[in-house]
């Protein structure tokens, strides 16, 4: 629980911090210069989108909905289940600075594809194309 350097026990040279689940690191999503999502099922994480709108590079896993995010343009995606592609595309980012900076501009413009009110926004042109009659304003 808590926050933790993750990277000095596994000679990483402590570059990695895990922000814990239980009991919260105080630090937040935020605090971190990429988000690492290691997922081996599931939809598409909410957690994923909101680093992407704080402008945080992914490096993520390539499972279900997770594509529809993720793309060259603001974060990296491997393989699931390969923790040695994991490895390799979280050193990528730590190694080059400028690429983190890119793949987070990418990815703050890049959330504004999920914001719910255009989500509701676009909902509702489908309602009114299918059904113009029914859709009160």
Do not use: M, W
Request: aromatic share 2%.
């Amino acid at each position: 629980p808590g926050a933790r350097r993750g990277g000095a026990r596994r000679g990483g040279g402590g570059v990695l911090d895990r922000v814990g689940g239980r009991g919260g690191g105080g630090r937040g999503v935020g605090a971190g210069a990429g988000f690492g999502l290691a997922s081996h099922s599931g939809g598409l994480p909410g957690a994923l989108v909101e680093a992407l709108a704080i402008g945080l590079p992914a490096v993520a896993t390539e499972v279900c909905g997770v594509p529809e995010a993720i793309d060259a343009s603001n974060g990296i995606l491997v393989p699931a289940r390969d923790p040695a592609a994991l490895a390799d595309a979280i050193k990528t980012l730590v190694a080059d600075p400028d690429r983190r900076a890119r793949l987070g501009a990418g990815a703050r413009a890049s959330a504004t594809r999920f914001d719910i009110r255009r989500t509701v926004e676009r909902l509702e042109a489908v309602y009114r194309s299918v059904a113009p009659d029914r859709v009160t304003q």
